[in-house]
């Protein structure tokens, strides 16, 4: 048997990890604060985008941060500092690269410097490719996929996915390296110290007195928010006990249109907009959620979906969203991507009592326990990096290529 290596030295590059960008922020930086438990000396190479909060804190993680100038924020991440500083340190401190999405350049210099110092280069598109991702603003996409991204994706020594429809999306697109599917991790509140439902009444008086139903996620076209408002039209007055709750971060301006369409839909009394909520307003919002919604049209994982199953709340998303796990350990609703069968969905979940909907949220705790914990995730993600450096046998996890 081949000698396990017992120190990694590996370096995660993702271009933000700025709490108001979403998912990809928390799970690289929560990736490599789990990694430092495993016998791996745990990099993490980003930019800051001041204009986007606050960076997500991370311990034990050696940080190579840099500003975001005018020129990084207007040309996908342009940083020149940011590129010697991997070059250096793959050349004296590193066994492996790790590179978190596309499209911008600190991606380009993660292949870059492992090409330059014959390093390994793993890659996560992080839903990146996925067929609804690739169409939206295609015409932006395009001109990077030929000057240097196809090219990254063929240099990676092997891929990393969160699902199994994020690999089949990698392989429909021709990329024929090893895969690892793991999905992203979650972290598990204490449910016996959380914040009660008046931290954030006080900030949203409309809140008081209501159940609520929670969108908790960036405020995007993709995640299919027309929709949502759509389907609550026809249920609000049905069940006036009720509110929707529309949080998260808007990088786009997108949430202005929706606003609007709800002043159309004469939906203002019935829906809220939060704006990002971090902290203790977050807390407050999942710990008191009534049921959660994403009707996603693309997603390579959903970590809001796994956080709020944390919480003990029920899940409602598509079938776009890599969650089978919601019918198969009922505790939640895995429907088609559109108005029809998120109206149906709507509609049981918000006619069941209220300790259905709390048994199927336990049944959710209970679900992200056994198998997204951190602690979990990290490890299957060591013992890849450990077959990637030749120390051992290809784990399970991992997929390879099969000519049809």
Not at 314 to 323: D, H, R
Request: with cysteine.
């Amino acid at each position: 048997m081949n000698k396990v290596i017992q120190y990694i030295r590996v370096c995660q590059v993702v271009a933000s990890i700025n709490e108001n960008v979403g998912g990809p922020a928390y799970s690289v930086s929560n990736l490599a604060q789990a990694l430092s438990q495993q016998q791996i000396c745990s990099h993490l190479l980003t930019l800051d985008y001041q204009n986007h909060g606050k960076q997500v804190p991370t311990k034990n993680v050696i940080l190579h941060n840099y500003p975001a100038t005018f020129l990084t924020r207007n040309l996908r991440g342009f940083q020149p500092k940011a590129k010697l500083a991997l070059q250096k340190l793959a050349s004296t401190d590193l066994d492996i690269i790790h590179s978190h999405g596309l499209w911008m350049f600190p991606n380009l210099y993660a292949r870059q410097a492992a090409v330059s110092d014959r390093l390994p280069l793993l890659i996560s598109p992080r839903g990146m490719l996925e067929a609804w991702s690739l169409r939206n603003s295609w015409f932006k996409k395009l001109p990077a996929w030929f000057l240097y991204e196809n090219q990254n994706l063929k240099s990676a020594t092997a891929f990393h996915a969160t699902s199994h429809e994020e690999a089949e999306s990698l392989r429909k697109l021709n990329f024929r390296q090893p895969i690892a599917i793991i999905p992203n991790g979650v972290h598990l509140p204490d449910l016996n110290n959380q914040p009660n439902r008046h931290i954030l009444i006080q900030k949203f008086p409309k809140l008081a007195e209501k159940k609520w139903l929670l969108f908790l996620s960036r405020i995007h076209p993709k995640k299919g928010l027309d929709n949502l408002l759509y389907s609550w039209k026809f249920l609000a007055n049905q069940f006036p006990d009720w509110h929707l709750i529309i949080a998260g971060s808007d990088l786009i301006s997108y949430q202005v249109k929706l606003e609007l369409l709800t002043a159309e839909l004469e939906l203002k009394r019935q829906v809220t907009f939060t704006g990002m909520l971090t902290g203790q307003h977050k807390a407050s919002v999942l710990n008191n959620a009534d049921l959660f919604v994403l009707p996603t049209h693309s997603e390579n994982f959903g970590i809001a979906i796994a956080e709020s199953l944390a919480y003990r709340v029920p899940v409602i998303t598509t079938q776009k969203a890599p969650w089978q796990d919601l019918d198969r350990y009922g505790c939640g609703w895995w429907i088609e991507d559109n108005q029809q069968a998120l109206t149906v969905a709507l509609t049981e979940a918000i006619k069941m009592s209220s300790e259905q909907r709390q048994a199927m949220g336990l049944k959710g705790r209970n679900l992200v326990e056994t198998k997204y914990s951190w602690n979990s995730i990290a490890n299957q993600m060591a013992t890849v990096y450990q077959w990637i450096l030749g120390g051992t046998q290809p784990p399970n996890c991992v997929k390879f290529y099969e000519a049809n």
